[in-house]
């Protein structure tokens, strides 16, 4: 029942992705209402989902990295949601559903929902840290996907080969002004994350830490070249890039290994 | 009832022809003088459209003769300029009219605004009747869905339009931006003009001739500055209009690097539509530099008319969709008029039965 409810938020996901494709090789992009909808609809999908899972495991639903990719996945839809309209990005929709579809799309077909034999205690402060962690992550990824619209328009300002989905996109500064507030956002929230993970009461593996710390530091030097006007904006929109793949790859790392090798 | 329109345009006559045409007769005058039962005249600077509903034929010489400013000669002269559409065809051609498809620069949306307005006047006068006022409301509904549902007035077709739009994507609202004019030449006093026309208040402007600028900081409520101090202002600006005659390049790598260190998180927008240029084309490699001069305008010009060009297709298509619609539906209120009037003539005619 749980996985049907999130193949039908895949497909709501993959029916925004397969109008932005149609409409783009038409040449014609219209920032409707059809992508906000569509995204709407998976997210509440997505919700009903994590929720029925978290009910059965009795604790937040971060057990595996099936339930991680979800989650993260939620998250990503989640900011989105917040950011998006408020920020007047409709076009962002276009760029948020191809990233949630890759997400629970991997995590559908690849056999990483293993259960643990036994039914995990609950540990407030671990489930804390690790869904503000992941809603952090979301923010990244939101800055991310800000930072490939920046780089696109960049290049096509550059290069003056305008294309229909240029004139669809967010003013250069206006999509900057996003991608410094959603790394602010992911920052505090990762920071959060970071804290209450000492208060977890558990041994943390060092090499997790040590990379969490970097990962933490790349996003701390990012929004210190930002203040000091050390950075120009396409930089910081392509190590935002740099930035979410890092952060991604360091939490498949954590994931993976806390699965094959769990903590008692 | 037949709907029919007579008329010429850029595609079938020159400037000076559709001159011998354009405004000398008002809709209510096609009406008395060529015994339509309903008329309007749209004119514009590329056609000069006469579209009207009559029961009997009205000839396509009788048209152009109350169009014509000097009768018989003109009109006779320029029978072959003159096209005609009647019933579908007719309907069809105002809707790619009015849809912008038939003109000069496809997608311009300034048609419609016409179409309107010489609706609204033929309304006032009592030129348009019910058949008319179907046919270009329909037409308005045409060419609106045309507009929402293609990309047929994407983009900007002239310099001017694309140096402001560009500013737009860049910058989002220009209101607050800082735009310095070099070289006052009547390029970028049209540039100018566009950019203030969108909300720019900070224009500076900067000459060799101090009167010249003087002048046309006047004109656009822009401020003069020394030509001494322009490269000073590049620190401050947003936007850089620049249109000298110099012979060497005023702005390079070198010279512009240092102006850029202390704005690395605002871009640069340089409009060089001078010929030599001004500016080093290397400085659009520089990081927040947009550097277009007028090749590249004109390259993002016919960029936009090449993707407009690509939706007629999809615009044609919505427009074959109305008509045979529109057509059966003016059939259908056709033939109920036509039986309320027989109706109507049977009832006159019992009384005179009687007496017989």
Same mark, same amino acid.
């Given at each position: 029942?749980?996985?049907?409810?999130?193949?039908?938020?895949?497909?709501?996901?993959?029916?925004?992705?397969?109008?932005?494709?149609?409409?783009?090789?038409?040449?014609?992009?219209?920032?409707?209402?059809?992508?906000?909808?569509?995204?709407?609809?998976?997210?509440?999908?997505?919700?009903?989902?994590?929720?029925?899972?978290?009910?059965?495991?009795?604790?937040?639903?971060?057990?595996?990295?099936?339930?991680?990719?979800?989650?993260?996945?939620?998250?990503?839809?989640?900011?989105?949601?917040?950011?998006?309209?408020?920020?007047?990005?409709?076009?962002?929709?276009?760029?948020?559903?191809?990233?949630?579809?890759?997400?629970?799309?991997?995590?559908?077909?690849?056999?990483?929902?293993?259960?643990?034999?036994?039914?995990?205690?609950?540990?407030?402060?671990?489930?804390?840290?690790?869904?503000?962690?992941?809603?952090?992550?979301?923010?990244?990824?939101?800055?991310?996907?800000?930072?490939?619209?920046?780089?696109?328009?960049?290049?096509?300002?550059?290069?003056?080969?305008?294309?229909?989905?240029?004139?669809?996109?967010?003013?250069?500064?206006?999509?900057?002004?996003?991608?410094?507030?959603?790394?602010?956002?992911?920052?505090?929230?990762?920071?959060?994350?970071?804290?209450?993970?000492?208060?977890?009461?558990?041994?943390?593996?060092?090499?997790?830490?040590?990379?969490?710390?970097?990962?933490?530091?790349?996003?701390?030097?990012?929004?210190?070249?930002?203040?000091?006007?050390?950075?120009?904006?396409?930089?910081?929109?392509?190590?935002?890039?740099?930035?979410?793949?890092?952060?991604?790859?360091?939490?498949?790392?954590?994931?993976?290994?806390?699965?094959?090798?769990?903590?008692? | 009832?037949?709907?029919?329109?007579?008329?010429?345009?850029?595609?079938?006559?020159?400037?000076?022809?559709?001159?011998?045409?354009?405004?000398?007769?008002?809709?209510?005058?096609?009406?008395?003088?060529?015994?339509?039962?309903?008329?309007?005249?749209?004119?514009?600077?590329?056609?000069?459209?006469?579209?009207?509903?009559?029961?009997?034929? =009205? %000839?396509?010489?009788?048209? $152009?003769?109350? @169009? !014509? *400013?000097? &009768?018989?000669?003109?009109?006779?002269?320029?029978?072959?300029?003159?096209?005609?559409?009647?019933?579908?065809?007719?309907?069809?051609?105002?809707?790619?009219?009015?849809?912008?498809?038939?003109?000069?620069?496809?997608?311009?949306?300034?048609?419609?605004?016409?179409?309107?307005?010489?609706?609204?006047?033929?309304?006032?006068?009592?030129?348009?009747?019910?058949?008319?006022?179907?046919?270009?409301?329909?037409?308005?509904?045409?060419?609106?869905?045309?507009?929402?549902?293609?990309?047929?007035?994407?983009?900007? =077709? %002239?310099?001017?339009?694309? $140096?402001?739009? @560009? !500013? *737009?994507? &860049?910058?989002?609202?220009?209101?607050?931006?800082?735009?310095?004019?070099?070289?006052?030449?009547?390029?970028?006093?049209?540039?100018?003009?566009?950019?203030?026309?969108?909300?720019?208040?900070?224009?500076?402007?900067?000459?060799?001739?101090?009167?010249?600028?003087?002048?046309?900081?006047?004109?656009?409520?822009?401020?003069?500055?020394?030509?001494?101090?322009?490269?000073?202002?590049?620190?401050?600006?947003?936007?850089?209009?620049?249109?000298?005659?110099?012979?060497?390049?005023?702005?390079?790598?070198?010279?512009?690097?240092?102006?850029?260190?202390?704005?690395?998180?605002?871009?640069?927008?340089?409009?060089?539509?001078?010929?030599?240029?001004?500016?080093?084309?290397?400085?659009?490699?520089?990081?927040?530099?947009?550097?277009?001069?007028?090749?590249?305008?004109?390259?993002?010009?016919?960029?936009?008319?090449?993707?407009?060009?690509?939706?007629?297709?999809?615009?044609?298509?919505?427009?074959?969709?109305?008509?045979?619609?529109?057509?059966?539906?003016?059939?259908?209120?056709?033939?109920?008029?036509?039986?309320?009037?027989?109706?109507?003539?049977?009832?006159?005619?019992?009384?005179?039965?009687?007496?017989?």
């Amino acid at each position: 029942m749980d996985r049907l409810l999130l193949i039908v938020s895949t497909l709501c996901f993959l029916a925004a992705v397969v109008r932005t494709i149609v409409a783009l090789r038409a040449g014609i992009f219209r920032t409707g209402q059809f992508n906000f909808l569509a995204i709407g609809l998976g997210f509440i999908f997505q919700t009903a989902f994590l929720s029925i899972r978290g009910h059965a495991l009795g604790r937040c639903p971060l057990t595996n990295l099936f339930e991680v990719f979800i989650f993260l996945a939620w998250s990503v839809a989640l900011v989105y949601m917040l950011v998006g309209p408020a920020y007047r990005l409709s076009l962002m929709g276009a760029f948020t559903a191809p990233l949630v579809v890759l997400l629970q799309g991997f995590a559908l077909i690849a056999p990483i929902d293993i259960r643990h034999p036994v039914k995990l205690p609950a540990n407030p402060w671990l489930e804390f840290h690790a869904s503000i962690s992941i809603i952090a992550y979301g923010a990244f990824a939101l800055a991310c996907i800000a930072g490939v619209m920046y780089l696109v328009q960049e290049r096509q300002l550059k290069t003056r080969q305008l294309h229909s989905i240029f004139y669809h996109l967010p003013p250069l500064t206006d999509l900057f002004a996003a991608i410094t507030r959603l790394l602010w956002l992911g920052f505090g929230l990762y920071t959060l994350g970071i804290v209450s993970g000492f208060f977890t009461s558990r041994p943390l593996p060092r090499v997790q830490v040590v990379a969490a710390i970097g990962i933490w530091m790349l996003y701390a030097a990012i929004l210190q070249g930002r203040h000091l006007r050390r950075l120009a904006p396409k930089r910081v929109a392509a190590l935002c890039v740099i930035g979410f793949v890092a952060a991604l790859t360091l939490l498949w790392g954590i994931t993976f290994s806390a699965q094959t090798h769990p903590l008692p | 009832m037949n709907l029919f329109c007579v008329g010429l345009s850029h595609h079938t006559a020159n400037v000076e022809t559709r001159e011998s045409f354009a405004g000398h007769a008002e809709s209510d005058c096609i009406l008395r003088r060529a015994g339509c039962a309903e008329a309007l005249v749209l004119t514009t600077c590329n056609r000069v459209e006469v579209y009207g509903a009559s029961e009997k034929r =009205v %000839s396509t010489d009788e048209i $152009a003769r109350c @169009l !014509a *400013r000097e &009768i018989e000669k003109d009109a006779h002269q320029c029978a072959p300029a003159f096209y005609r559409y009647e019933g579908e065809k007719c309907v069809q051609h105002l809707f790619r009219v009015a849809s912008g498809l038939d003109s000069m620069v496809v997608g311009e949306t300034e048609i419609l605004g016409q179409a309107k307005k010489a609706y609204e006047s033929a309304r006032a006068s009592g030129a348009a009747g019910p058949w008319l006022h179907r046919l270009f409301q329909r037409a308005f509904h045409v060419a609106k869905q045309v507009r929402t549902r293609t990309e047929i007035t994407r983009g900007s =077709v %002239s310099v001017g339009s694309v $140096a402001v739009d @560009l !500013a *737009r994507k &860049i910058f989002g609202q220009l209101s607050k931006r800082k735009v310095l004019v070099l070289g006052a030449g009547e390029t970028s006093e049209r540039t100018a003009r566009a950019l203030v026309s969108r909300g720019v208040t900070d224009l500076r402007v900067s000459n060799r001739s101090s009167d010249r600028a003087r002048e046309l900081a006047g004109l656009v409520g822009g401020q003069a500055i020394p030509f001494d101090d322009w490269r000073d202002e590049c620190r401050e600006i947003d936007i850089l209009i620049t249109s000298t005659s110099s012979e060497a390049p005023l702005l390079t790598p070198a010279n512009l690097a240092p102006m850029l260190c202390d704005r690395i998180d605002r871009p640069l927008f340089i409009i060089d539509i001078a010929v030599p240029r001004d500016v080093d084309p290397r400085v659009n490699e520089m990081d927040g530099v947009y550097l277009y001069d007028i090749d590249s305008l004109q390259s993002v010009a016919e960029q936009s008319l090449a993707l407009r060009r690509q939706q007629i297709a999809a615009a044609e298509a919505i427009i074959a969709e109305h008509v045979p619609d529109f057509v059966a539906s003016i059939s259908r209120g056709w033939n109920r008029v036509s039986r309320t009037a027989e109706r109507s003539s049977v009832a006159d005619s019992s009384p005179r039965t009687s007496e017989l």
